[in-house]
């Protein structure tokens, strides 16, 4: 059974800083893309971040210069780095995989449970 769980969330004041952390366990074979999303209360969820495999990252506009995603393929983890936090990056953020468990050679997508970051003005 493979599972994503995110850590680290919280409540900060604008200006702090936070760190995520996902971990991916289960009977994994190798994971491909790594990605943080978020959700507002109202609002569709949205992509905040991307790395590959090779370490190639991507990042929505509204996080460049403050966020900062990373992985470790030997721990099956990604984490978030997040600086200069505005009361509207206060949201639940999930983290999202696209593996492929030793029981199959298909890749699935995986979602974490979220975890809550509020940003307080």
């Known amino acids: 059974q493979v599972q994503l769980v995110e850590s680290g969330g919280g409540l900060v004041q604008a200006g702090g800083s936070l760190r995520l952390s996902c971990v991916a366990s289960?009977?994994?074979?190798?994971?491909?893309?790594m990605s943080w999303y978020r959700q507002a209360p109202g609002k569709q969820r949205e992509l905040v971040a991307i790395?590959?495999?090779?370490?190639?990252?991507n990042y929505a506009e509204f996080v460049q210069g403050r966020f900062t995603i990373a992985r470790d393929n030997h721990k099956n983890m990604v984490y978030l780095q997040m600086n200069s936090l505005k009361p509207e990056d206060t949201a639940v953020y999930y983290c999202?995989?696209?593996?492929?468990?030793?029981?199959?050679?298909?890749?699935?997508?995986?979602w974490g449970q979220g975890t809550q970051v509020t940003v307080s003005s």
């Open positions: 790395i590959t495999r090779s370490n190639t990252t």
């Open positions: 999202y995989a696209v593996l492929r468990p030793h029981t199959t050679p298909n890749e699935y997508q995986y």
């Open positions: 289960g009977s994994i074979f190798s994971i491909n893309v």
